[in-house]
């Protein structure tokens, strides 16, 4: 007998968005995609037809639909943390882009309502712990293999961002990446942090600090750097490396091949991140297809996007102040252990 598919709602078809739902309906196992919302109507029917899906009025009407299992939110961050209680009073499992939610306090609202279901339904969609090579780098830092972490370097360079983009929006769109990239390889949080600014380049708007550089501390005393240049140009390039007492353990730079010509070796860069981490999104939206089979929820829960968002907001005062910014440790309650 077939097991059945698990039927996903997918709310916001941005570029993301539309790309899970490609995934969902092409390039993973066990579920299909049956509604869509966006406020682009046009845009979600389109897309709703060429998967066999219907667009719906309401993305309320997407998660109280009986014809949905589980949903995928990648609507604008501002909107996360109430599409997420919707899901929880409805009892359905959620894969929510990052940030769980833009402030503290709305995603301790989630935390607390989800408390209150008795049942863990929500995942945080920080898909770098999806990655080869950040699995790769977790492997060799929990086997030993590189003694104890000393310090974590990371580079995280975009092409470029539109005008709007802030010197804020910085911490809390790209380094809290970073951020729960160092939490969950060293199995500990960030107590602290600060945000240097220093030459400009000249391809930021004048109200963009751009390169930044994000140094942040451990509760053991690792250090943790992360430059942060969103108008790079050159392609998108993201880097990783933990020095370890008795090794290194790197990411590297990840390029798509390269040619030798007239005397020169070429590497191809990623262009952006959905060519960079496409499989990572893939293996994301597989295992949290796979978990909700078995009654599980993987990867970053609501605790881990409270926390992410705990230390951007942090590192936002950080880049107001000018000053070495005090993260307080937030206590993670049992129903996340």
Request: charged share 20%; proline share 4%; hydrophobic share 40%.
């Amino acid at each position: 007998m077939a097991t059945e598919l698990l039927r996903v709602g997918v709310i916001g078809t941005g570029n993301i968005g539309a790309d899970h739902v490609d995934r969902v309906a092409n390039q993973v196992s066990g579920a299909r995609v049956t509604a869509l919302f966006d406020v682009a109507t046009e845009r979600a029917a389109e897309l709703a037809g060429q998967v066999g899906a219907v667009a719906m009025p309401t993305a309320s009407e997407v998660i109280s639909s009986p014809d949905v299992d589980a949903i995928i939110i990648a609507s604008p961050g501002e909107f996360h943390a109430p599409l997420t209680l919707e899901c929880i009073a409805a009892g359905k499992p959620v894969l929510c882009e990052k940030p769980l939610a833009p402030t503290v306090e709305e995603c301790e609202s989630v935390i607390a309502a989800e408390q209150a279901s008795g049942r863990r339904l929500v995942q945080v969609g920080f898909m770098r712990r999806n990655d080869a090579g950040y699995r790769h780098m977790k492997n060799n830092l929990s086997s030993g293999a590189i003694g104890e972490a000393l310090l974590l370097h990371c580079e995280h360079r975009n092409p470029d961002v539109p005008d709007s983009f802030t010197s804020q929006m910085s911490m809390t769109d790209s380094v809290i990446h970073e951020i729960d990239t160092a939490r969950w390889l060293l199995g500990e949080e960030i107590v602290r942090v600060r945000v240097i600014s220093g030459k400009q380049t000249p391809n930021a708007a004048p109200h963009l600090h751009d390169p930044q550089l994000v140094i942040m501390e451990s509760q053991s005393g690792v250090l943790v750097s992360v430059e942060v240049f969103v108008n790079a140009k050159y392609g998108y390039d993201v880097r990783c490396e933990v020095v370890g007492s008795s090794g290194v353990t790197s990411l590297g730079s990840q390029d798509l091949g390269n040619f030798v010509s007239d005397t020169r070796r070429t590497a191809t860069m990623p262009a952006n991140w959905r060519i960079r981490f496409g499989d990572a999104y893939r293996a994301e939206i597989q295992d949290w297809i796979n978990g909700i089979a078995a009654g599980q929820v993987r990867g970053a829960n609501s605790f881990d996007g409270l926390c992410a968002t705990h230390v951007a907001q942090a590192a936002v005062r950080a880049v107001t102040t000018g000053t070495t910014v005090e993260v307080p440790v937030l206590e993670q309650p049992a129903f996340y252990h």
